[in-house]
């Protein structure tokens, strides 16, 4: 079924998981924002702002509309995890992850049509074996980790590195389904 919104992600995944739970946005637009972190800034404040500044960018071009946005990130602590640069990188990030637990951050943004803001953070966290520097290689040669945070996709082949999972699969994934479901609930009838 059509929902008259704009989800503001250039994710696949984000689009799939909408659709696993028949929701397919009116439209889909990209948000081209600056996703440096700023100075001291901790994993969840950094990760509500950037979900809210891609749901403002879009809403700039199309005011009156429903924008619905989402950021998510790998956290250690209070490092940020960010998109490996290259494959040296993505090797470095699986090497700190290896063994240890982390957090998947995602910030839902909608932006209603009357321009009130509505956001909800979610927290899984991801225990991962410990890795060797053969599992590690043979992960990067599939190049799953392009374009993710913290250099891995669950459900892809880095689903052989989860110990444990606390909370939201989907989250996880990239996009909390419940609490999205609820947003878009809470707007569009």
Known sequence: MIYDFILASQSPR?????????????????????????KHELPNEYVKRVAREKALFVLKNN???????CDTIVAMGIRIMQKPENREDAKNTL??????????????CMVKKDGKISQKTITSRVVFKRLSDVEIEEYLDTNEWCDK?????????????????????S???GLP????KNLLNSEIK
């Open 95 to 108: 090497q700190k992850l290896s063994g240890r637990s982390h957090k998947v951050i995602s910030s839902v």
């Open 171 to 173: 989250n996880i994934v």
């Open 177 to 180: 389904i419940m609490e999205t």
């Open 14 to 38: 984000r689009k799939e998981l909408l659709a696993n739970i028949l929701i397919e946005p009116k439209e889909i637009l990209v948000s081209d924002i600056d996703e440096a972190p700023l």
């Open 63 to 69: 005011p009156n509309r429903t924008i619905l946005s």
């Open 149 to 169: 945070a913290g250099g891995y996709g669950i459900q892809g082949y880095a689903s052989c590195f989860v110990r444990k999972i606390i909370g939201s699969y």
